[in-house]
Nanobody, 126 residues
């Protein structure tokens, strides 16, 4: 069992930055890759980024490459999503999810995720 809690969302102007955190409880956190998804109003959940269980490999959707960085600290049971140069189209609820998949994380589907956080709102607006 892994419980995930996201934090760090908020309102930011275009070009600004936010750092989201996904804090996990559970002894097996280090066995799971962690993915970030987002859901904009009226849209479906879309995969954003992922990091493997050991933190040695990361993957990003094309629209956030060069702007977002995903990392993890397994000693803190926490995964981070650093978001820079934010754009209005990044506005969404951001969710972290834990998956046992380690390969092909760029093709992750919602059904591949075993545990979800409750989400944190990110709003990019002037």
């Amino acid at each position: 069992q892994v419980n995930l809690v996201e934090s760090g969302g908020g309102l930011v102007q275009p070009g600004g930055s936010l750092r989201l955190s996904c804090a996990a409880s559970g002894r097996t956190f280090g066995d799971y890759a962690i993915a970030w998804f987002r859901q904009a109003p009226g849209d479906e959940h879309r995969w954003v980024a992922a990091v493997t269980a050991r933190g040695d490999t990361t993957r990003y959707t094309e629209s956030v490459k060069g702007r977002f960085t995903v990392s993890r600290d397994n000693t803190l049971n926490t995964v981070f999503l650093q978001m820079n140069n934010l754009k209005p189209e990044d506005t969404a609820i951001y969710y972290c999810g834990a998956t046992t998949r380690q390969l092909g994380l760029q093709y992750l589907r919602l059904s591949d995720v075993s545990y979800w956080g409750q989400g944190t709102q990110v709003t990019v607006s002037s």
